[in-house]
């Protein structure tokens, strides 16, 4: 008998909801897996744990996700710590909106952060929302023509008027004409 790819596969069953298969050499949109987990429930919700010999590795659900960590653990040390050594950590809501949440502080550290949107929102007026907002920086840059902002920093273009007017009516009659020529 010829020893071929698929005497290498093993496949266990565990009834109806769990199966555990190794060395499938049937290719996937991720390659063939080295092994793979596959349950489902009641519903027919599956549940997919793979690691692939393209060296992606899944952990897939087709319903909610919780990942809860440190019930027991130390405040000292991160309680889900996640990194990405060599990449990029994407983290995606095509369809929905991303919710960061904690009880003393968010810190982002970076060399460079970005936001990016049509509308960017810092703080609210709820009655337990911000009630301050404190810019630390050796240099603040604002760019804009409307909105009060520009406007109290002298930078949109009511601003400009204002500032016309406000020269012509503030010139000294000393400055503007010479003394001595006005009689």
Known sequence: MAVGEQDAR???????????????????????AAFNINGTNDQGVKFVLAHH?????????????LIEGAQNGSPDTPGIK????????????????????ANNQIVLEADRIILKAND?????????????????ADKIQVNGKTGNLPIHLKLGWIST??????????????????????K
């Open 53 to 65: 010999e393209n060296n992606t590795t899944r952990f897939n659900t087709g319903a909610d996700l």
């Open 120 to 136: 960017i929102q810092i703080g609210d007026s709820a009655s337990h929302g911000t009630k301050s907002i404190t810019l630390n």
């Open 161 to 182: 008027i204002e500032s016309l007017a406000g020269g012509l009516i503030d010139i000294k009659a000393g400055k503007a004409f010479p003394s001595g020529s006005i």
């Open 10 to 32: 093993y496949l266990d069953i565990f009834g109806p909801k769990l199966s555990i298969e190794t060395g499938n050499p049937q290719n996937s949109r991720f390659g063939p």
């Open 82 to 101: 996640m990194i990405s050594h060599t990449g990029d950590l994407d983290i995606d809501s095509p369809e929905g909106t991303i919710n960061l949440m």
